[in-house]
């Protein structure tokens, strides 16, 4: 994808490096938000950002801005929830970042429907299915992939954010009519965050796999919102933390 990576000197030798710059989200022309991101799969990211912080309740027409400003789109509104005061800044490293006030971080959902069976060995698989073409050029990158039950990997998005990449997945969903995610998995190439396992709830994901630890606030959402969380799947091996119920 163009402008994911540049080339720069180092030490005399060319060394590829992730793009990240910033993204303003408009809404009905009105600025809501600024996230730090990869370019690419912006309107995506737009959609699954808004979705997830319970704005918006399913696909809208997004795009370029009508003057053509870089680094920005535009969604076309009224929005189905209140931002209230809030304006949004996040950083490529922090999905809540930007929030004043308590009562703005937790993003209310329905719990998980019962979801999929799936065998142990499978979800342990999922990260190598993983497609991350960036990341092995970068090393500079977090990915996002959904997956059917069966194992087959449906979409894959790569950004400096982790949030940003699970936003654009389930923008995509969004807008393919895939939300709510009943049946499907959701998996992410690094650690699993409290914003993580939100977002894959508000999304309607039943399964949430990570390469690697989860965070105990992220458990406690998990549990609360009935969705099965899964941790250090590497190889043969996976840990499950919460409603092991769908994990044969």
Not at 14 to 30: F, N, S
Not at 69 to 92: C, E, H, I, Q, W
Not at 215 to 222: E, F, G, T
């Amino acid at each position: 994808m163009a402008h994911t990576y540049i080339t720069v000197d180092c030490d005399g030798t060319e060394d590829a490096v992730a793009v990240e710059e910033p993204l303003e989200i408009r809404v009905d022309g009105e600025p809501l938000a600024v996230t730090m991101r990869t370019p690419g799969h912006d309107e995506e990211l737009a959609l699954g950002f808004l979705f997830g912080e319970g704005l918006i309740d399913g696909p809208r027409p997004a795009g370029p801005t009508p003057d053509f400003v870089g680094n920005t789109v535009a969604v076309k509104g009224p929005l189905s929830g209140d931002p209230g005061p809030r304006r949004f800044y996040t950083t490529s490293s922090c999905g809540v970042c930007g929030k004043g006030a308590l009562e703005q971080v937790a993003v209310i959902s329905r719990p998980a429907q019962p979801g999929p069976q799936v065998a142990r060995t499978l979800v342990a698989a999922l990260p190598d299915r993983l497609a991350q073409p960036t990341f092995a050029k970068t090393g500079g990158l977090h990915a996002t992939g959904l997956f059917d039950a069966g194992g087959a990997l449906l979409y894959a998005r790569e950004d400096v954010g982790r949030h940003n990449a699970m936003d654009k997945v389930i923008g995509r969903a969004l807008l393919d009519g895939l939300v709510p995610l009943s049946g499907l998995i959701l998996c992410v190439s690094g650690r699993l965050s409290f914003e993580l396992a939100q977002k894959a709830a508000v999304a309607g994901a039943p399964i949430l796999v990570g390469v690697s630890a989860p965070s105990s606030l992220a458990i406690a959402v998990a549990q609360e919102r009935g969705l099965t969380l899964c941790g250090f799947a590497r190889g043969a091996t996976v840990n499950v933390y919460t409603h092991p119920e769908r994990i044969g």
